[in-house]
């Protein structure tokens, strides 16, 4: 499968009476955003606030969802199948249109419906590693009242961030793009290693009264067995979060750093030999069959000779990629895993959750509890001016508060896992956990 | 500084002091006012901004045969010096002296507050005492080591003073502190793993970022033999607690557990702490957590003993190895004082 991404870098949004892209700039219609609103029974147009977050603003966003790149289909394909139609098709293939240089940012303002959120500064500390926060945001707030339902509240989230993104991205469609890429793994040169990508999409141990992300073309994730999927497909569309904050964005998806970077080197010093897809076992018994399934599929159907691994959030699903890793090795398949370190308050020597002796070649994306103190910020954007920066990892579990916080819009204490670009589950980020 | 430099005072023992051997280990504490012995390296060493301004010493034994009041005792001449910064040892693989510049930096840096580095052989048996309380420098495991080792605890200790930061324990070359922090790379994450992957199949040296660990090996307590004569107890870390949290289990990296009546929890509002896993199903019927309905009945049936009242609660969500170690002896003193023989442990 082949995907030819244009792509076309713009400097900055403003607010405009129609939405429309000129010299760079982004103009963005408040009418045609509250027209996607009113298409979601569950928001009320007067209770939607979207504001522009620009690099070096004196601006924090609470309750962040996701981060998503504009982008729209210009042939081949449908934007976001399954998710913006009732129509599946597959992704992947076709001309897709790709604005860089500015990002959307979804807030959901009800943190037990969103179980995990994030935040993020667009200046200070953190956003000077952030690439979020070095590029204009639109910041994306629905309100909503007490008695909608989570599920549908999520989801619609989901439907008007995305929508937004084809808008602005059909809006440049008239001007040429600056670069054009195609993204091709279909011939493979001999003599060159297959390199394949087990990417662990999901796990339950999140889910929020049983409920199922819908992330797959907008279908609920099971307790499914390995996948085979086409790399173009799971970054044009096929995959994305919906409803909680888990250190991977629908950025880092649209931008896939490990599909994108083997289908670069695709026919240069490798070949990307595929991408296969699983989900956090819960039961030793799915894990064990999972981990030879998974490898049993790199070698017979994509043909690998080296594999990558990354996890969904949490150290069950740490113990997945090690058992996928473990199987891979022992058939011959070298394999690399990336994992997170699940606390601060300890030494690299024993915290590592894989502990099958043959997977020894790790990347470590670093610890989730690296702590910051940020300085108070002029504008609070996600919540409303009181709302409170909850510290630990849920403010609110099953209406229990079980924790309780600052006002977010003073200083705050933060961690490396809860600002949204700082740690990437698929490798975006630069971190890596070193002992002090 | 204007002229001004920060004090230093250093810590030996009866050797490094020029007292005398093995012999005399039992020599009590001494000041000296002037660097003496490895102190005469951190004088030449930090010259330009400090001044060695005396000497402790005490000799191996003595300070062994009682460290707490030694401590004291060595406190009270360190602080007299009124030292901004203070340094021990090196006490190699020196097991009494390497205790006894532990209890020194640790004492001095708690009371006086000022910064401290010393300087040991990793396998040296003050180190996991000590390694959280200061900046132990590795050595090797011979005095040689000294030329390699005093510009690293000089370094350290001058960066203290002036507040900058400290690197990593390996960039800097010091014993890790039990505190783990993120330094940003030049290539992102997925980057350096397909590199790993592509030396890893060349047959080329690669550096992994973390291995497996080699784990304690735990000996099973003896089988209990007839169950219809023991008490059992159930242990969870699903984190199922009373509402108002008594015991102040957090929802992930927690530190404590708590022991409650299960009747009494049962009857009053509880919910689950535990952020990484849906509650969902535990709350509808708790002893999907712990299955203390069955187990009665097993009890009442005559098949097992007796069941503990209590049940133990802990969050095992991202908790540290070492946390969770300690808890788990917390606990299983607990059940021996209760007189459990058994115990099922659940997790989520």
Redo the contacts between chains.
């Keep these: 499968m082949k995907l030819q991404i244009e792509t076309i870098r713009i400097k900055d949004f403003q607010f405009g009476a129609s939405t429309e892209y000129r010299d760079g700039t982004l103009y963005v219609s408040r009418g045609d955003i509250l027209d996607f609103v009113r298409q979601e029974s569950c928001f009320d147009p007067e209770a939607f606030n979207i504001a522009i977050a620009r690099p070096g603003d004196s601006v924090r966003i609470i309750n962040v969802v996701d981060v998503v790149q504009p982008r729209c289909k210009v042939s081949g394909g449908i934007d976001w199948p399954g998710v913006l139609s009732e129509e599946q098709q597959i992704a992947g293939s076709g001309v897709t249109r790709v604005v860089e240089g500015v990002g959307l940012t979804l807030c959901q303002n009800n943190t037990y419906w969103s179980r995990k959120w994030g935040s993020y500064d667009m200046n200070g500390e953190c956003a000077a590693?952030n690439p979020y926060a070095r590029m204009p945001q639109l910041v994306i707030e629905p309100l909503t009242s007490a008695d909608t339902d989570f599920r549908a509240y999520r989801e619609a989230v989901r439907r008007v961030g995305f929508r937004i993104g084809v808008l602005l991205a059909r809006a440049t469609l008239g001007t040429v793009p600056e670069r054009v890429e195609l993204l091709d793994n279909e011939n493979r040169v001999p003599g060159l290693?297959g390199?394949a990508y087990s990417y662990q999409i999901y796990s339950?141990?999140?889910?929020?009264?049983?409920y199922r992300e819908p992330m797959v073309y907008g279908n609920a994730v099971p307790d499914t067995f390995p996948l085979v999927m086409q790399p173009t497909e799971i970054m044009d569309g096929a995959i994305s979060p919906c409803g909680g904050f888990r250190c991977v964005t629908t950025y880092e998806i649209q931008n896939h750093?490990?599909i994108m970077?083997?289908m670069r080197?695709h026919g240069k010093?490798?070949n990307f030999a595929g991408v296969i897809v699983t989900v956090t076992s819960v039961e030793a018994k799915h894990r064990s069959l999972v981990a030879k399934m998974a490898a049993s599929l790199l070698r017979e159907v994509l043909g690998a000779?080296?594999?990558?691994l990354t996890k969904g959030v949490?150290?069950?699903s740490t113990l997945d990629v090690g058992a996928i890793a473990s199987e891979a090795e022992k058939i011959g398949i070298?394999?690399?895993?990336?994992?997170q370190?699940?606390?601060?308050?300890?030494?690299?020597?024993?915290?590592?959750l894989?502990?099958?002796?043959n997977?020894?070649?790790?990347?470590?994306?670093?610890?989730?509890?690296?702590n910051f103190t940020l300085a108070p910020v002029e504008t609070l954007l996600g919540g409303p001016k009181d709302a409170l920066y909850l510290s630990?990892?849920?403010g609110v579990?099953?209406g229990?508060r079980?924790?309780t916080g600052d006002p977010a819009v003073g200083q705050v204490r933060s961690t490396?896992m809860k600002q949204v670009g700082?740690m990437?589950q698929?490798?975006?980020?630069?971190?890596?956990?070193?002992?002090? | 500084m204007g002229g001004k430099k920060w004090r230093v005072v250093c810590y030996v023992n009866q050797f490094y002091a020029q007292i005398g051997g093995e012999d005399k280990a039992g020599v009590g504490f001494g000041v000296k006012e002037e660097a003496i012995g490895p102190a005469i390296q951190f004088r030449n060493l930090l010259k330009d901004d400090c001044e060695v301004v005396g000497t402790v010493y005490c000799g191996d034994n003595y300070f062994a045969d009682n460290a707490e009041k030694s401590a004291e005792e060595g406190l009270a001449l360190v602080a007299a010096l009124k030292p901004d910064l203070f340094i021990a040892g090196p006490a190699f693989n020196a097991g009494r002296y390497g205790i006894a510049c532990g209890n020194m930096v640790s004492l001095v840096a708690r009371k006086l507050g000022i910064p401290t580095v010393t300087a040991m052989y990793p396998e040296n048996p003050a180190v996991d005492l000590f390694r959280k309380d200061t900046y132990i420098v590795e050595t090797g495991i011979m005095a040689s080591g000294m030329r390699d080792a005093a510009p690293k605890m000089a370094g350290i200790g001058l960066r203290l003073l002036k507040k900058e930061p400290i690197g990593g324990a390996v960039a800097e070359g010091y014993i890790p502190r039990d505190i783990i922090l993120n330094e940003e790379q030049p290539d992102n994450a997925a980057h350096r793993a397909i590199e790993m992957v592509l030396h890893k199949l060349r047959g080329e040296p690669f550096s992994s970022e973390l291995l497996p660990p080699v784990f304690d090996e735990v000996a099973p307590a003896e089988a209990v033999g007839d169950v219809k004569k023991i008490k059992l107890a159930m242990v969870t870390d699903g984190g199922l607690i009373p509402e108002d949290n008594p015991d102040r289990l957090k929802p992930n990296g927690s530190t404590t557990w708590g022991h409650y009546d299960w009747d009494t929890l049962m009857e009053n509002r509880h919910f689950v702490i535990h952020s990484g896993y849906d509650g969902t199903w535990v709350m509808e019927n708790p002893n999907r957590l712990l299955p203390i309905d069955v187990l009665r009945e097993v009890a009442a049936e005559g098949k097992l003993g007796e069941l503990d009242s209590e049940v133990y609660v802990a969050t095992g969500n991202c908790a540290s190895v070492e946390a969770s170690r300690t808890k788990g002896e917390q606990i299983a003193a607990r059940l021996k004082e209760r007189a459990v023989q058994a115990v099922i442990l659940t997790s989520t």
């Design positions: 590693i290693p390199i339950k141990q999140y889910d929020t009264h049983n750093p490990i970077e083997l080197r010093d490798l000779d080296g594999v990558i949490g150290g069950a070298r394999a690399v895993p990336i994992i370190i699940l606390n601060g308050k300890s030494n690299l020597g024993v915290e590592c894989i502990s099958e002796p997977v020894d070649s790790i990347v470590c994306s670093g610890t989730y509890y690296h630990g990892d849920d579990i099953e229990h079980i924790a490396y700082l990437s698929i490798g975006y980020s630069y971190g890596k956990a070193v002992d002090y």
